[in-house]
T-cell receptor, first 116, second 115 residues
Framework: ETGVTQTPRHLVMGMTNKKSLKCEQHLGHNAMYWYKQSAKKPLELMFVYSLEERVENNSVPSRFSPECPNSSHLFLHLHTLQPEDSALYLCASSQDSGGQGRYGYTFGSGTRLTVV | AQKVTQAQTEISVVEKEDVTLDCVYETRDTTYYLFWYKQPPSGELVFLIR??????QNEISGRYSWNFQKSTSSFNFTITASQVVDSAVYFCALSTDQAGTALIFGKGTTLSVSS
């Protein structure tokens, strides 16, 4: 496989469930990102990992918990979510070890999450 | 502070019309990079172009062209002879050399092309 792969593509979960989103990049990139995109809202940066260390966390609620076990994999663990957390969650990767994206980001297809 | 403004929220055109998507950016850095991404209904953001601050040459790729003007801090995107497949959300983005600062996106412009 090439590029950035996200699974699952669609997820429906109850507010008391625990689930995880997975992202895998096959590009040899050094940084990975989670973005949230709600309906009619701009892209919101959630987390940045560079060389497997978290370098930015944009005040995301603790019910979202990221994990980056190695430079190719990124997870977003979800628990006790709210209906307003329903959104498209996009993963991206970039070459820059500082996470700045000078060469742009490569995005996955996203996971469309619905919280019921 | 870095900022990207896409003032046009939604644009509707009829096939074969030309359309320009505006992007205005703010940065105090002398070295920076500008991007355009396309997001079709499937959701994935697709890279279209990257420009660095030292290269003001306009670029043309098929029906797509980009006009970079440092004097007005603008990086506009024109689609010539639009097609229904061009319908998507288009994002302009900015990055710099500063480590720890992620790519900054505008709010996006939704383009609808009808037949």
């Amino acid at each position: 496989e090439t590029g950035v792969t996200q699974t699952p593509r669609h997820l429906v979960m109850g507010m008391t469930n625990k689930k995880s989103l997975k992202c895998e990049q096959h590009l040899g990139h050094n940084a990975m990102y989670w973005y949230k995109q709600s309906a009619k809202k701009p892209l919101e940066l959630m987390f940045v990992y560079s060389l497997e260390e978290r370098v930015e966390n944009n005040s995301v609620p603790s019910r979202f918990s990221p994990e980056c076990p190695n430079s190719s994999h990124l997870f977003l663990h979800l628990h006790t979510l709210q209906p307003e957390d329903s959104a498209l969650y996009l993963c991206a990767s970039s070459q820059d070890s500082g996470g700045q994206g000078r060469y742009g980001y490569t995005f996955g297809s996203g996971t469309r999450l619905t919280v019921v | 502070a870095q900022k990207v403004t896409q003032a046009q929220t939604e644009i509707s055109v009829v096939e074969k019309e030309d359309v320009t998507l505006d992007c205005v950016y703010e940065t105090r850095d002398t070295t920076y990079y500008l991007f355009w991404y396309k997001q079709p209904p499937s959701g994935e953001l697709v890279f279209l172009i990257r420009r660095n601050s030292f290269d003001e040459q306009n670029e043309i790729s098929g029906r797509y062209s980009w006009n970079f003007q440092k004097s007005t801090s603008s990086f506009n995107f024109t689609i010539t002879a639009s097609q229904v497949v061009d319908s998507a959300v288009y994002f302009c983005a900015l990055s710099t050399d500063q480590a720890g600062t992620a790519l900054i996106f505008g709010k996006g412009t939704t383009l609808s092309v009808s037949s």
